[in-house]
Every structure is written in structure tokens, then in C-alpha cells.
């Protein structure tokens, strides 16, 4: 079976986002006052092969604790879809 | 005393790294390139700065995974000496052989200039040419070297003694936590720094603080080995 897991890795609550900070400031200045914060992050898609849905979601946990976050400083979520040819 | 500069595509401080060994300990200096699996013939490995593999994904991610860091984490495993420059420190950290990471610069700028680092530590192999709390100048070159360590770490961290630099007063160019430079992992063997020694061995390069970075690895390896 084919999936595609939509990944959203951002920086854990803890740690300060420069980014996300710069930007609020601008959203400020662009009379969005409202915006309270904003937390910046990356959008990944990756395409797998996977016996089974459970097996296909331990595998992205795995590439997501390995590789493509850095646990230290950042957290992830994300949705798995099944792709259907 | 052999030491080993390991080169990534990316990497843009390996030249540099070399000449600063060669005219610092007169000792010899290799370039490797990050293909290669043995490191056996050498005593000190450097990691040196720039941007490997284009700090795609994270600064440091994924050259972490490239063929040399086994023998890099081989070398460390022994007790020989690993220091990591900048780029190297981000990619130790990666790999796990220093505790932390380091984070965009809290003012998002790239910062470059020439700054006070205080010796914390000149008790180490790295250091022991420095007197303990002496201000030292040294070039920084990085948009990401901001240190962030969570509370339990940074406690063993001071606890050990493993903060090694510290950026001096009002100095601290990154927003790094405890305003640290630079640390050492727990056996003392594996240093990272943002700061770049190799560019101040020289008068001409506005200061030569960095070279007894240098030789004090020189001497430390050779009372190791019995050599005067």
C-alpha cells in the first residue's frame, strides 16, 4: 500500500521562535493587532510503501525521531493518508 | 601528533582549519573527505565550519549521517580528541556527541564579528594553555548559534563543569542560553564552539587568542603519549 504522510514539525512550546516573533510584530504593524502569536514551522509530504497503516505510522514516528526533527528543540504531528492509484 | 579536518560538500573553513594546525603545532594536518570510514591514523579530528549539505533541513542534520561520522563517533568513543568549529559544533550536537542544539539566532541576522569569550573551564585538554576567567577575542561567523539546552542539561552541564566559553558580558551575539560558546562533553574529549579559533592564530588576522586552543591539544596529546 502506498500513503503520504503530511508532516508539521514546529518548535516545542518551550522554546523561543525568532521567527514566529518577527512576524507577529509585522501582523502588528499591519494593523492585525489581534494576533496574540505566531509559531513558525516546516511542511514535509513524504511518500512511503507500507505493509499496513500502523505499520506505515511507526514508520514515519521513526524518520520523524531519526531525521527529520531534532527532538532536542522541536516537536511534530502528523496525518498519514493512503494514496489510491 | 595527526589530526584529521574532514571536509563535507559545504564545508568552507576545512582549509583554514588545516593551515591553523600546521602553523600553530608545526604537527601535521590532513583534509578528509566525508566518504572515508576509517579514521584510525589520527589523534585529533576537527569538524570545521560552513554549511554542509546546504544546512538543508537543520544546520548539521544531515551531514551527521554521512559515511565519516561513524568513524567520528569511533574516534570519540576512544578518548581521542574531537573539536567541532562552528558548522562541526552544530553537527556533534546532531549527532548526539554534545548535549543541546543550537538554534536560529535570536535577532535572525547572521552575525559576524570579532568578540570576548570568557575561559570557564581551562582545566581541559582544549584549554589548559588559558587561564580560568580569562576574556579571550575571537571571531564569530553563524546565523545559528544560538545554544538552547533544556533546565536538567544545562544544570549537569554547569554541574561538570562542561560550559568551556562563555561569551563575555553584554557580548553574547546569539541569545544562546547561560551565554554559552562553547562546551565539552562529559569524558573531556569532544569540544564544540561556535567561536572560530583558527581564524585567530594571527597578528594579521587581528588576533592570535586561538592558538593556544590549539597547542594545548598539542601538549595534552603528547604527555598522553610520553612525548616531551
Known amino acids: ?56 505510522t511507526e514508520l514515519v514516528h521513526g524518520m520523524c525521531e531519526e531525521l527529520l526533527t531534532n527532538p532536542v528543540i522541536e516537536k511534530y504531528s502528523f496525518e498519514l493518508v493512503e494514496v489510491v492509484s | 601528533m595527526k589530526t584529521a579536518v574532514i571536509q563535507f560538500p559545504g564545508s568552507n573553513c576545512d582549509e583554514d582549519a588545516v593551515k591553523a594546525v600546521v602553523a600553530t603545532t608545526g604537527e601535521a594536518a590532513d583534509l578528509v573527505w566525508y566518504t572515508e570510514e576509517k579514521l ?3 589523534d585529533l579530528v576537527i569538524v570545521p565550519g560552513g554549511f554542509s549539505y546546504g544546512d538543508y533541513l537543520r544546520a548539521g542534520a544531515i551531514a551527521r549521517f554521512s559515511p565519516v561520522m561513524k568513524a567520528v563517533q569511533d574516534h570519540a568513543r576512544k578518548g581521542k580528541y574531537v573539536l567541532g568549529i562552528c558548522n562541526g559544533f552544530q553537527i556533534l550536537t546532531e ?20 568578540l570576548g569569550l570568557v575561559v570557564e573551564n581551562a582545566a581541559t585538554k582544549f584549554t589548559h594553555h588559558y587561564d580560568s576567567g580569562e576574556t579571550i577575542r575571537i571571531p564569530i561567523a553563524h546565523g545559528e548559534g544560538n545554544y538552547f539546552a533544556d533546565e536538567a542539561t544545562l544544570r549537569s552541564l ?13 557580548e553574547n551575539p546569539n541569545g544562546s542560553v547561560a551565554d554559552i560558546a562553547g562546551i565539552i562533553n562529559d569524558k573531556g574529549n569532544v569540544l564544540g564552539m561556535m567561536p572560530h579559533p583558527e581564524r ?25 603519549h610520553g612525548r616531551a
Open chain 2, 40 to 42: 584510525d591514523d589520527y
Open chain 1, 1 to 56: 500500500m502506498e500513503f503520504q504522510a503530511k508532516i508539521n514539525v514546529t518548535l516545542k512550546d518551550s522554546v523561543l521562535d525568532p521567527q514566529g516573533k518577527a512576524v507577529t510584530h509585522a501582523l502588528h504593524a499591519l494593523h492585525y493587532e489581534s494576533v496574540s502569536d505566531v509559531r513558525i514551522g516546516k511542511y514535509m509530504e513524504v511518500r512511503l510503501e507500507a505493509e499496513s497503516a500502523v505499520k506505515a
Open chain 2, 95 to 114: 549527532a548526539g556527541l554534545l548535549p543541546g542544539a543550537l538554534r536560529h539566532n535570536e535577532s535572525l541576522m547572521f552575525q559576524s564579528m570579532t
Open chain 2, 200 to 224: 585567530a592564530v594571527s597578528e594579521l588576522l587581528g588576533s592570535t587568542d586561538g592558538k593556544r586552543l590549539f597547542t594545548s591539544i598539542l601538549t595534552s596529546w603528547r604527555d598522553a
Open chain 2, 158 to 170: 554547569e554541574a561538570n563543569d562542561q560550559i568551556v566559553f562563555r561569551y563575555a558580558n553584554g
